[in-house]
């Protein structure tokens, strides 16, 4: 296998590091105006770069909405990986939906997540990045699920393939509420997503 030269590896490291300022610039610039309303010109200016240089990376604002999409997403499956050797399941699955919640409401592109639902609905390429990523997660996921029935952690009468999917669709939904409605505190709703997650499920012995 050809190893890369310092001065690859080094160019390669500030490509990288362009893409991250490029992206972090245009997920600022479309929490302010949103996707269909911000230019090329004012990812430009929020990340000091001409155009020239920015199109050198994007080659247009779709591309940089993909690439959003795609980095955001690729973050998820790798945080949901060690609850295949978790010992308490369950506590495990509670853990990271706690996590993934906190951890986007601290994400100054928050205000786009319903955008990015948008896009993929309307979008074929957004949608086929946001339907593979999903489809890494939903696999993941139902691994665990099937882990804690053979443990006898989870109750076994739940498919795991539809569980699953009411687990990710319940994470995405408390997003969205936290932020159409701010009163929402997460120190608030926090406790009953984790005590709804929980007792959904719960082994029958585990729940009384």
């Known amino acids: 296998m050809d190893q890369q030269t310092p001065s690859a590896l080094a160019r390669a490291d500030r490509q990288?590091?362009?893409?991250?300022?490029?992206?972090?610039?245009?997920?600022?610039?479309?929490a302010r105006g949103g996707f269909h309303a911000t230019g090329m010109q004012a990812v430009c200016a929020e990340a000091g770069m001409s155009p020239g240089g920015l199109y050198r990376y994007f080659r247009s604002k779709e591309a940089i909405i993909e690439a959003i999409v795609e980095r955001d997403r690729a973050a998820i499956p790798a945080m949901l990986a060690p609850l295949l050797e978790a010992d308490d399941v369950v506590e495990a699955i509670v853990e990271a939906a706690r996590q993934f919640v906190a951890g986007n409401l601290k994400s100054e592109g928050m205000p786009i997540f319903p955008e990015l639902y948008a896009e993929a609905i309307r979008n074929p390429a957004v949608k086929a990045i946001a339907e593979r990523c999903d489809v890494e997660v939903h696999e993941i996921l139902m691994r665990v699920l099937e882990r804690g029935k053979t443990l006898r952690q989870i109750d076994p009468a739940l498919d795991a393939n539809h569980a699953a999917r009411l687990l990710m669709a319940f994470s995405d939904g408390v997003l969205l509420r936290i932020l159409y409605e701010p009163a929402a505190r997460l120190e608030g709703l926090m406790p009953m997503f984790e005590r709804s997650i929980r007792s959904f499920l719960a082994a029958p012995e585990a729940g009384r």
């Not at 990288?16 to 479309?30: G, H, K, S, T, V």
Request: hydrophobic share 55%; proline share 0%.
């Open 16 to 30: 990288a590091e362009q893409r991250r300022r490029i992206l972090d610039a245009a997920i600022a610039c479309f």
